[in-house]
């Protein structure tokens, strides 16, 4: 999926500074922050920047690329360290590994630049790759790993004059980005000039044809329609036949896709066995509608599905309207009396789909979000979207390793996407199929426990 932006023109930069010591905090690191200080200075384009320590290993230094480039969506990676000679500098390995293109012309212009200061320069193994994915690619360049040779290779040397003498390899990263189909990057040219050819040039924003104005006489776009709430016959209310006291909670529960929300009627005495707190469970009802994936048998679901690859193609409309009307039923069971802090949201299958993309974009926490068997819709834009509750609310996702349903590998890098901006966030994997197992709503019941 195409990574999310702000605005059409945001980079979305990856910073990684690869050192044992640094890592392990033998001493700071000084990498990033020359890095980060360094593309702030010189580019002029609003930036998301994600930033990554990380010890010299192969495994590590793969994995985090293939993180920043195909979960993140990083247009530009720049590397940092690992680039020499010895047995633990591993970055260019790396790199090479998950590399689709290689893009040599950067570490040869490197080790120009470089050898103009000192002779091991050729010692320098820096290079360059394109990372491709059907439908986004990035640039990761490694540079050296002293600070100083940072701003160097980036900027290239000038003269006394002030005029370039060796060109640094910054000039050629904008063009590359338009190329490969990200951003329209602009740079400070005091620090250095991004070169294009002409027909690759924009206007400046000062040379750029205003938009006209809109005229009065012009009549005013209609409002969109207020969404619709849950009709109170669809939500059925539910708390343990067996519990001796009031509930402690509630849980916004979403059934699955083609069933209905008597299928967790059994739910609230089923947490209890398990040690779970007494809840009271508010089952919302899915409307009736065609699959586009099926067409001919309506059924209950809580967005369209338009392909047999549920994360192709999706249906924005659908997924959002769907999390505004579970937000004003948030709200509709804290005005009935439970705080925020007691209610939790979760669900099974595109129910547990539905509640991680509305809990995540909540503009106050609730207690906790949980996904059993699901998936995170639109996992490309939740980077953009989360909201500062989203980041603090506690999630639990538990999935089977054998499901045949969602695959075990979506779920996985929905996982490792939410973990990546919200450090409450717990994986469970089970040895089972579409379904729920007995160990998974023991740690479910615990979950709802830890968190009242």
């Not at 999926?1 to 023109?9: G, L, T």
């Not at 993140?72 to 970055?91: A, E, K, N, Q, W």
């Not at 005029?163 to 040219?189: H, M, Q």
């Not at 508010?282 to 047999?308: C, K, M, Q, T």
Request: aromatic share 6%; net charge negative; charged share 25%.
């Amino acid at each position: 999926m195409k990574p999310p932006r702000k605005s059409e023109n945001e980079l979305i930069l990856g910073l990684v500074s690869v050192s044992d010591r640094a890592s392990r905090g033998v001493y700071d690191d000084r990498g990033i922050p020359e890095l980060e200080a360094w593309c702030r200075k010189a580019i002029i384009n609003p930036m998301a920047v994600h930033k990554r320590l990380i010890p010299d290993e192969r495994f590590e230094i793969e994995k985090t690329l293939r993180e920043l480039v195909d979960i993140i969506g990083c247009d530009l990676v720049l590397t940092t360290g690992g680039t020499g000679p010895s047995r633990r500098d591993v970055t260019p390995e790396a790199t090479l590994a998950v590399g689709t293109r290689e893009m040599p012309g950067f570490g040869e212009q490197m080790r120009a630049i470089s050898g103009h200061f000192v002779p091991t320069a050729i010692l320098s193994r820096q290079t360059a790759v394109l990372r491709e994915t059907p439908d986004h690619a990035a640039l990761i360049i490694n540079l050296p790993g002293q600070p100083k040779a940072i701003a160097e290779t980036l900027e290239g040397l000038r003269g006394k004059d002030g005029k370039s003498v060796v060109n640094g390899i910054f000039a050629a990263v904008p063009y590359c980005i338009d190329l490969i189909g990200g951003p329209y990057v602009e740079t400070r040219e005091e620090v250095v000039r991004a070169f294009r050819p002409k027909s690759a040039q924009r206007p400046k924003p000062a040379e750029e044809k205003q938009a006209e104005p809109v005229q009065p006489s012009q009549p005013a776009k209609p409002a969109e329609p207020a969404v619709k709430p849950f009709d109170p016959k669809d939500i059925l209310m539910v708390s343990p036949r067996r519990a001796q006291n009031a509930p402690e909670a509630a849980v916004i529960w979403l059934h699955g896709m083609g069933v209905d929300n008597n299928d967790f009627a059994p739910f609230p005495d089923e947490i209890l066995d398990f040690g779970g707190p007494v809840c009271r469970f508010v089952l919302p009802n899915a409307p009736v509608r065609e699959i586009s994936a099926h067409p001919g048998y309506p059924l209950r679901a809580w967005y369209d599905v338009r392909s047999d690859k549920i994360d192709d193609n999706e249906d924005r409309a659908g997924i959002r309207e769907t999390a505004a009307r579970i937000s004003l039923l948030i709200t509709d069971v804290e005005k009935a009396g439970i705080p925020r802090s007691r209610i939790f949201l979760g669900g099974f299958s595109q129910g547990a789909a539905a509640a991680l993309y509305a809990g995540l974009r909540e503009e106050e926490p609730v207690a906790g979000i949980v996904a059993l068997s699901g998936y995170l819709p639109l996992a490309g834009t939740l980077f953009s979207e989360i909201t500062p509750a989203g980041r603090k609310t506690p999630v639990f996702m538990a999935h089977g390793l054998f499901d045949s349903v969602i695959s075990p590998l979506t779920a996985k890098r929905s996982a490792q996407v939410i973990q990546e901006i919200n450090p409450d966030f717990r994986w469970l994997p089970f040895d089972m199929d579409h379904e729920i197992c007995q160990d998974e709503l023991a740690a479910l019941a615990q979950f709802l426990r830890q968190h009242l």
